[in-house]
């Protein structure tokens, strides 16, 4: 199928963006386990946003109150239930039910990352603090810079428009993750027998769920919600290069939290 051009024109406005985070100097830094624990320890916060997004991308197209009545957009409820299916539902190594947070806290364990900082920010939620709260006031006590990439995001679920939502959640999903890193974790699984399995496990559940479904999905339920309105395609748009932005600045702070281990350890 022949690509809408307002998805050509956006991709070609990010693609700097794009690049910058696919060649990010942070995965020369990723020399041992430890690195990669630091890494995971941020970027687990980059999953749970990405679930966020898609849960209020589902409020908004399908009917989730107690007396169901049928959506405007056929098309786009469909989309975003089976890309919720398999995000919330998965299933982990062993073939039991998963979502893909869960999985990532699973691979964190394993090789020894520190679970407690993430785990203290959905106990927090779960207590009833608002994200609006546990954010501005840090009350789950995160690294400033996750607390920044987490406002981006979350200020774009706020204004509530659909189609940016859509948008911020197709361009910045994990495919942001390049093909070098993929290679490094290998490399790490082999000198670390039995640390890493899972973790190459839900990197590969990804590569194949984005690449050959929900990659595609994704465009497709944009030009749905977009259509023909000139002014939701350049809103779409922006928030495309919001929430690149809001990564390559969690980017930048991952690279210095390996370059001052570096130091630690040279010292």
């Known amino acids: 199928m022949k690509k809408d051009s307002h998805l050509i024109a956006i991709e070609h406005r990010i693609e700097p963006l794009r690049q910058q985070i696919l060649n990010h100097p942070l995965y020369t830094k990723l020399n041992g386990l430890e690195d990669l624990r630091t890494f995971m320890e941020y970027h687990v916060f980059a999953v749970w946003d990405f679930m966020s997004l898609l849960k209020s991308l589902q409020i908004r197209l399908t009917s989730v109150s107690e007396a169901w009545v049928p959506t405007e957009s056929r098309l786009a409820r469909r989309l975003i239930n089976d890309i919720v299916l398999a ?3 998965d299933e982990d190594s062993q073939g039991n039910p998963a979502s893909h947070y869960e999985l990532y806290l699973d691979a964190m364990r394993q090789c020894g990352a520190n679970t407690r900082p993430v785990l203290h920010f959905i106990k927090t939620l779960q207590r009833g603090f608002k994200v609006k709260d546990t954010l501005r006031f840090n009350v789950a006590e995160i690294e400033p810079a996750i ?10 679920i706020k204004r509530g428009k659909t189609h940016e939502m859509a948008a911020a959640f197709t361009y910045g999903r994990e495919d942001l993750i390049p093909e070098m890193f993929t290679e490094i974790v290998s490399e790490l699984d082999t000198k670390f027998p039995d640390q890493l399995d899972s973790f190459v496990y839900y990197m590969n559940r990804h590569i194949e769920l984005d690449g050959d479904e929900h990659g595609p999905m994704a465009l497709t339920m944009i030009t749905e919600l ?20 809001a990564r390559l600045q969690l980017w930048n702070a991952i690279e210095k939290a390996l370059s001052r281990q570096e130091v630690a350890h040279s010292n």
Not at 147 to 156: M, T
């Open 87 to 89: 995000e919330e539902s």
């Open 147 to 156: 607390i920044e990439y987490l406002k981006a995001n979350y200020a774009i």
């Open 226 to 245: 977009c259509s023909n309105d000139e002014e939701k395609w350049m809103e779409a748009e922006d928030a495309c290069v919001e929430a690149l932005e």
